[in-house]
């Protein structure tokens, strides 16, 4: 890993309220991630689970924790397994965790390696009533292979089949959305580093580079700063190319007069920061590109108060878009008439802003969270309204990420140059 040690405090403290809201007499159980294969005999760049690394802090591949809390036997009441390296494995693959290692990351007293996990459980699992498996349980998400834990759970059933079978899901997604002052700092310094990115490249832009020059300083920057990496594909979209929502080719060349937008972030310690920002390519403004640029600012920083502990997510963005309207009208793109006209489930400034303002942030960049429970206290969320006018061949968007605090939110991306001024003062400083 790149990354400092994290303080295991985090883990011990994500496991205490995890095993909490367990039913009495449980196990459970989770895995690492699989290693996906790319080709041949190759694997991609291995990605630590999120619940996995939030109850362990542990960053590496064929890993199992175990929670069993009201074991009779105390030495099995929170176990790690873990990939036992060797010789071949050191020369070939490099250093593993060592017991030590793991018992300093985690917390966790109690390590075995892998092979003895079977014999273990087998040994414990009867004195339980309930097995909690951890299906991954994000509403966007449908999945075409069975993964670790999903397999666990076909052949725990069919070896044990009077258990009963509960979720964890349910409990993290309540769990991983409030987080503690260390996923702050860790969020905090994704942050930094995408900052120290962004300035970078606010420098080095000019006319005549292609995207993927941009794209490359940025990744300089984050691997300069011990980030993993990208916390998502990087969108360097010039011109209309940013009326893709989803463009990530960056292979086009940035031209005089265009603007880019930009939507990249770092990846530290497995958290994520999530960033927007709109530039011109030679160093100014348009009237036209300020004015829709302000128009995002300004519905950025209204939608930004909204953001506080109680909001209903659905309330929250109909507001965000009665701000977005009244914006739109300004720039002309819509007409006061046909706004009192339209229908409220299809309303009309969606055609140029139409993906949601907000979502939460985390150990995933779409972090897991309800959409239906209120925003609480310790919620990091993304702000990132956008306007998007194919037919003038742009599009802004703007985005921060915010805390809620007991005092009010908190934008963990102040310090990131936002106003168009300021930008436009970096980019010819
Ligand atoms: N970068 C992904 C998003 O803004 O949601
Ligand atoms: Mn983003
Ligand atoms: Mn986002």
Redesign the pocket.
């Known amino acids: 890993m790149k990354y400092l040690p994290v303080n295991n405090e985090l883990f011990t403290l994500n496991r205490k309220n995890f095993v909490s809201r367990l039913k009495s007499c449980s196990i459970a159980i989770f895995h690492s991630n699989d290693e996906f294969p790319r080709n041949g005999d190759q694997t991609f760049l291995f990605k630590q689970n999120p619940d996995f690394f939030y109850l362990t802090g542990i960053d590496q591949e064929q890993s199992i924790l175990l929670l069993f809390p009201d074991c009779p036997n105390s030495l099995y009441k929170e176990v790690l397994f873990l990939r036992q390296t060797n010789e071949q494995i050191a020369i070939w693959e490099g250093h593993k965790y060592t017991k030590e290692e793991a018992r300093k990351s985690s917390g966790i007293k109690t390590i075995y390696w892998l092979n003895e996990f079977d014999i273990i459980l087998h040994t414990i699992i009867n004195y339980a009533e309930n097995i909690y498996i951890n299906t991954n349980e994000n509403d966007r998400y449908s999945h075409t292979v069975p993964y670790r834990d999903l397999r666990l759970f076909e052949s725990l059933r069919s070896k044990y089949p009077l258990h009963h079978y509960e979720r964890s899901a349910l409990i993290l997604r309540d769990l991983r959305v409030v987080k503690s002052p260390i996923e702050v700092k860790l969020t905090k310094k994704a942050c930094e580093i995408t900052r120290d990115a962004f300035i970078r490249v606010l420098k080095f832009i000019k006319p005549g580079l292609a995207e993927y020059e941009i794209e490359a300083e940025i990744t300089h920057e984050f691997l300069k700063q011990r980030a993993t990496g990208h916390?998502?594909s990087p969108?360097i979209a010039s011109g209309n190319n940013a009326n893709v929502l989803h463009y990530t080719d960056n292979n086009q060349v940035c031209k005089d007069g265009d603007v880019i937008l930009f939507?990249?972030?770092a990846e530290y310690a497995n958290y994520n920061a999530?960033?927007?920002r709109t530039v011109p390519v030679n160093g100014r403004y348009t009237k036209r590109q300020r004015d829709v640029y302000n128009a995002v600012l300004r519905v950025m920083r209204a939608a930004t108060k909204l953001i506080v502990a109680g909001a209903i997510w659905n309330d929250y963005h109909d507001e965000v878009g009665k701000i977005m309207t009244e914006e739109l009208i300004g720039l002309g793109l819509l007409n006061k008439q046909d706004v009192a006209k339209q229908d409220p489930k299809m309303p009309l400034y969606k055609k140029y802003f139409m993906h949601g303002t907000s979502h939460h942030l985390g150990l995933d960049?779409h972090d897991f969270a309800s959409r239906y429970k209120p925003f609480e206290v310790g919620n990091i969320l993304?702000c990132?309204p956008g306007i998007y006018i194919p037919e003038e061949g742009f599009a802004v968007?703007i985005?921060n990420d915010i805390l809620i605090t007991n005092d009010g939110n908190i934008d963990l991306m102040a310090d990131i140059p936002v106003e168009a001024d300021h930008i436009e003062e970096i980019m010819n400083g």
């Open positions: 916390a998502y969108i939507d990249f972030a999530d960033m927007s960049v993304t990132e968007r985005e």
